[in-house]
């Protein structure tokens, strides 16, 4: 059995042991300890009692596929200023990161975005100043204005599907070593650089080591 202790919103809580996975879309580490929220939507928005609860101290944040109602956006600054997390696992049915949604996580090291992800909103992870790496999933079609701006130390993209529409300030404000690109969009990827004067950082997937 699982104790659970909800706080006086009825949105967060504490579980003791592992619960049934459909009782839970939206879980966080914090402390050493696990913290789930059930969101009544396929949406997550930004909400005041879960920031004074877990925004300065939370290291991990999960989300839920198999849950009741798996989540399929991350709204406007939602998870801005988180700055001790270190990890994201976000869950493959997961479509839209919109604008600033995890903005100023300064902790966050690598970027893993599943297939699913189509859309990433302006600056949705700008000044993610430990970022390392990003992923994008096959699925992405659209990457805003200025995502990554301010992450100085992104030194490495990785696009594993079709070239995305790339806003004309889509990769402003970060300086890239490598762009790695699936072997099958190869000219694509390196066209379009090439437009932008790095097309010599455009590298085959199939070279990347890790």
């Keep these: ?33 696990v913290y789930s929220e059930y969101i009544e939507s396929t949406s997550v928005v930004q909400d005041e009692v879960r920031n004074n609860a ?24 939602c998870f801005r200023y988180w700055d001790k997390v270190t990890s994201l696992d976000l869950h493959e049915g997961l479509l839209i990161i919109e604008s600033y949604a995890f903005g100023e996580c300064t902790s966050l090291q690598e970027l893993l975005l599943p ?27 659209n990457l ?38 699936a072997d099958v969009y190869f000219n694509d990827y390196l066209t379009y650089f090439t437009g932008k004067g790095i097309g010599h950082k455009v590298k085959l997937l199939s070279t990347y080591t890790g």
């Design 1 to 33: 059995d699982s104790m659970i202790i909800f706080d006086f919103n009825w949105n967060l809580c504490k579980y003791e042991s592992q619960v049934p996975e459909q009782y839970w879309n939206l879980r966080y580490i914090d402390n050493g300890q």
């Design 54 to 77: 877990h925004m300065g101290s939370a290291t991990e944040i999960l989300f839920n596929s198999f849950g009741l109602q798996p989540l399929q956006n991350i709204g406007y600054q």
């Design 115 to 141: 297939n699913s992800v189509t859309t990433l909103g302006d600056q949705a992870f700008s000044v993610n100043t430990s970022l390392t790496k990003v992923t994008f999933g096959t699925g992405l079609t």
């Design 144 to 181: 805003g204005p200025y995502v990554f701006s301010g992450s100085f130390n992104l030194k490495t993209l990785i696009f594993t599907g079709p070239l995305p529409t790339i806003s004309s300030t889509g990769l402003e404000g970060i300086t890239v070593d490598n762009i790695y690109v």
